[in-house]
């Protein structure tokens, strides 16, 4: 591909880069960048140094926040703060976040425990989720939104035991088949999990 | 979203503009590159503002070139300039340079005829192309490569009539059945291609 114009092949690799995109899409990409305004193609570049520069993690709940030292959800004194959510990811604390229904604040461990990958809980925030839980006395309950997936699960039990001691209610949300979901089609472990999580009606 | 951090929306605005890339797709990526390395980050975010300044239409080809007046394949005087090959974009173009077989020039339509989406013969480079043929006397076979669509189609067939006076060899690339196809799969109009396309064995 030396025929390619230099910039252009630059940024093939850096499309390639991102997660899902091969080269032949990477490629179509930036043929597609190529017909950009040039005001559109300066925003994106800037959001991008922007991203990398200026966005940190907030430091007290693991998200988020640019420029400040807490992140916006942190910093909003009009939440509920007997609610504690912790998720895995950033990207997890969105979701739930985009439902509008959740008013609590949130802590994202930023990965979850693997022994096979070698992330083990220091590797996470669990000592700053303890540490968090204990200082914190208006903290009632904690959510625990981990993902139904094994790593997920054992994320789960290991902060539940980590702050069994420290006397607050612990909730793990609920699993089972999801809105317009169909039984027959359910696998077993999901319809196991809806069957075992029943609720009076 | 307005929790998310405002560098972080700009980004996923951006990269939703890009084919293909829904509003998920773009979350995706941009949670992803907020784990960027800096350097990473600069490079992605360099190339975005070098592709849109500094790359501009050759002026030969009408195919992409870098701060030069000619692309690196017209300024090659080593190519075959008996042969013109002719694409309708810069895509065409890549796909047949990476086979490695076509040692010819090119020229970029910059489109193909679409009378329903308003492209005449004015808006794509075919008064370009005609003069090139009429001036560049080396030139002896003009190779239609344009798509095997409708419009595709049209675009050669317009062309082929436009050069037709100016003495040239005129031939269009061999659509048939794609190599590790199969019979039974293909569809009519491609199966009657090869039939009618057949050559002596």
């Given at each position: 591909m030396e025929f390619y114009p230099h910039a252009l092949l630059q940024m093939i690799e850096c499309f390639a880069k991102?997660?899902?995109?091969?080269e032949k899409t990477a490629a179509r990409l930036a043929f597609n960048m190529l017909k950009w305004l040039k005001e559109d193609a300066e925003k994106f570049s800037e959001s991008i140094m922007r991203v990398v520069s200026e966005i940190n993690e907030c430091k007290k709940c693991f998200g988020y926040t640019e420029k400040?030292?807490?992140?916006l959800i942190c910093k909003n004194?009009?939440?509920?703060?007997?609610l504690l959510c912790i998720v895995e990811e950033f990207s997890d604390l969105a979701a739930i976040e985009k439902t509008g229904d959740y008013n609590g604040y949130y802590f994202v461990l930023g990965g979850r425990l693997s022994p096979i990958k070698g992330i083990?809980?220091?590797?996470?925030?669990i000592d700053e989720l303890v540490k968090r839980v204990k200082l914190?006395?208006?903290?009632?309950e904690l959510i625990l939104a981990t993902n139904p997936t094994v790593e997920g699960e054992a994320t789960a039990f290991y902060i539940a035991k980590a702050v069994r001691d420290l006397n607050k209610k612990i909730s793990r949300i609920a699993f089972g088949?999801?809105?317009?979901?169909d039984l027959e089609y359910t696998d077993k472990v999901t319809l196991r999990r809806a069957i075992e999580g029943r609720k009076t009606f």
């Amino acid at each position: 591909m030396e025929f390619y114009p230099h910039a252009l092949l630059q940024m093939i690799e850096c499309f390639a880069k991102l997660p899902g995109i091969g080269e032949k899409t990477a490629a179509r990409l930036a043929f597609n960048m190529l017909k950009w305004l040039k005001e559109d193609a300066e925003k994106f570049s800037e959001s991008i140094m922007r991203v990398v520069s200026e966005i940190n993690e907030c430091k007290k709940c693991f998200g988020y926040t640019e420029k400040e030292e807490l992140c916006l959800i942190c910093k909003n004194e009009k939440r509920d703060n007997k609610l504690l959510c912790i998720v895995e990811e950033f990207s997890d604390l969105a979701a739930i976040e985009k439902t509008g229904d959740y008013n609590g604040y949130y802590f994202v461990l930023g990965g979850r425990l693997s022994p096979i990958k070698g992330i083990g809980p220091e590797s996470i925030h669990i000592d700053e989720l303890v540490k968090r839980v204990k200082l914190d006395l208006s903290i009632e309950e904690l959510i625990l939104a981990t993902n139904p997936t094994v790593e997920g699960e054992a994320t789960a039990f290991y902060i539940a035991k980590a702050v069994r001691d420290l006397n607050k209610k612990i909730s793990r949300i609920a699993f089972g088949i999801p809105m317009g979901g169909d039984l027959e089609y359910t696998d077993k472990v999901t319809l196991r999990r809806a069957i075992e999580g029943r609720k009076t009606f």
